[in-house]
């Protein structure tokens, strides 16, 4: 109790949040691999996992936002822009472009996972505002890859919130999207100056 009530009252209550033991909400079996998406709250904090490992997390959304606005920044002023984002994850991405582009854009979202579209509307959609809401938005329940191999020109731009990167978590078949293969494909993908 002392040092509790030393620390002030917010302190308090983010250590009363984080000694709060975490909840399993749903879960999820990723196409095409053994492992499983699970989604956790503790609190007001919603966690994504995969094998034990946190893939997101609603207190950290910098490296989405950043990936959004990096990707947007170029094509922010052009008419009709459509974007491409593999991975919907807390829709912290897709809100982040939809801030940065104009209202007659177009964002595709390409989710693998079903339930995490779902989970978007049931449990975190107002953690961005429900971007899914917006009418600029469609999803399209598929592998990210499997869109950008079929588009010929499509897109100025391209924003891959996958797998944390090029070093897969959840599925080693999304090694070839950072591979040159897979570059060769995004670019193919792209209108002239995309991004």
Not at 46 to 53: K, P
Not at 78 to 99: C, E, H, K, P, Y
Not at 165 to 175: H, I, Q, V, W
């Amino acid at each position: 109790g002392t040092a509790l009530q030393a620390r002030g009252p917010s302190d308090e209550s983010r250590l009363r949040s984080v000694l709060k033991p975490w909840k399993l909400l749903d879960s999820a079996p990723v196409p095409g691999s053994q492992s499983e998406l699970r989604l956790h709250q503790r609190g007001s904090e919603l966690s994504i996992r995969v094998d034990g490992a946190e893939l997101m997390n609603s207190r950290a959304s910098a490296s989405e936002i950043g990936l959004s606005e990096l990707g947007c920044a170029r094509i922010c002023e052009r008419r009709a822009a459509r974007v491409l984002i593999g991975g919907l994850g807390m829709g912290f991405s897709l809100r982040s472009a939809l801030a940065a582009l104009q209202s007659d854009a177009q964002v595709v979202v390409a989710e693998l996972v079903p339930a995490v579209v779902r989970w978007n509307r049931d449990h975190f959609g107002e953690l961005a505002d429900h971007p899914l809401r917006d009418p600029r938005v469609s999803v399209q329940e598929r592998d990210v890859g499997e869109l950008i191999r079929r588009a010929q020109g499509e897109f100025d731009a391209i924003l891959l919130d996958v797998d944390n990167g090029p070093n897969g978590l959840t599925r080693s078949a999304n090694d070839h999207l950072y591979a040159r293969a897979g570059l060769l494909a995004a670019r193919n993908a792209l209108r002239s100056r995309g991004v």
